[in-house]
């Protein structure tokens, strides 16, 4: 509510009357006025308010602040100070804006400055700076990635040096459990499922080792190869049918057939997403991807046309 003194320039009167200020209150016409006047007038009349000791005095700058907008010059010189006090408003904060920015600039210069030991180092310098470090992160990864895969892959060849007759399959050296892998193909959005989407379904199974999403050739068809950590969660998996026809986009499940090595040389794509040890590597830089190909063993013939 407005204050009272209604030749105060403090007073807006179109609050008094609670109406709405500035440019919309300029274009309001007399009758709609009136009619706020009426209602506010039937509200705050003094008989309704017995007990409030300044129901007179509001009655009284309901009446006044009634009668100014009723005038039309004092009205037009009413919204031409309000329209003055608006644009003011705006420059103060436009100026706000632009000091803020230039202390903004200063402290930035500042830390530059201590961080290049005393000496002034552009900013953009600072960025690629970060960025190199950044960089460094991401090998760091994946020589530990590369490490707990060759790792993996040695004590396998250790314990398939004589060949294995319950399947898999021990060329180039690598034993691999052709029973624990899945092919997994979907029709309706080749990005509907992820490798962390795809093992929160199979892990109901039992244990996930690795998740590999074929690099889409088509946008409506996608396909990936789960491996499971044993055997029986695979064949579990794959009598569970009924499970995947629940989701908006059906599932299909199938062994995948014995096409000779399980691991052979890079194909020309890479993996669009891949989950190695179950600790989901989706999404990651085109750099680290580059990286992968040149190092990670990828699946062949598990992936049909």
Not at 64 to 75: A, H, N, V
């Amino acid at each position: 509510m407005a204050a009272t003194g209604q030749d105060g320039d403090d007073v807006d009167h179109y609050e008094v009357l609670c109406l709405p200020s500035g440019e919309e209150g300029a274009a309001l016409s007399v009758e709609q006025i009136e009619k706020a006047y009426r209602t506010q007038s039937r509200l705050r009349h003094p008989d309704k308010r017995p007990d409030d000791p300044n129901a007179t005095a509001d009655f009284q700058s309901l009446a006044s602040s009634y009668k100014f907008l009723r005038d039309e010059s004092l009205r037009r010189q009413f919204d031409a100070r309000l329209r003055g006090r608006r644009e003011a408003a705006a420059r103060a904060a436009a100026t706000g804006v632009k000091r803020r920015k230039a202390v903004s600039d200063l402290e930035e210069r500042e830390r530059a400055f201590a961080a290049g030991g005393g000496q002034y180092v552009d900013p953009d310098e600072l960025a690629r700076r970060e960025d190199k470090r950044k960089a460094a992160d991401i090998d760091r990864e994946l020589n530990e990635l590369k490490a707990r895969k060759n790792s993996r892959i040695s004590g396998s060849a250790s314990t398939s040096a004589h060949g294995d007759k319950k399947g898999g399959s021990t060329e180039n050296g690598v034993k691999t459990d052709k029973g624990k892998y899945l092919k997994v193909s979907w029709e309706g959005g080749a990005d509907y499922y992820t490798a962390a989407k795809l093992e929160e379904i199979f892990k109901q199974f039992g244990k996930v080792e690795d998740i590999v999403i074929k690099t889409k050739k088509s946008r409506n068809r996608g396909s990936a190869i789960v491996v499971m950590a044993s055997k029986e969660a695979a064949k579990t998996a794959l009598k569970n049918h009924s499970v995947y026809n629940v989701f908006p986009v059906p599932l299909m499940v199938a062994p995948v057939e014995e096409s000779g090595p399980a691991f052979a040389t890079p194909p020309c794509e890479p993996p669009r997403a891949i989950n190695i040890d179950g600790t989901g590597f989706v999404g990651m830089e085109a750099s680290v991807f580059r990286k992968l190909q040149e190092e990670a063993m990828w699946i062949t013939g598990a992936f049909g046309t």
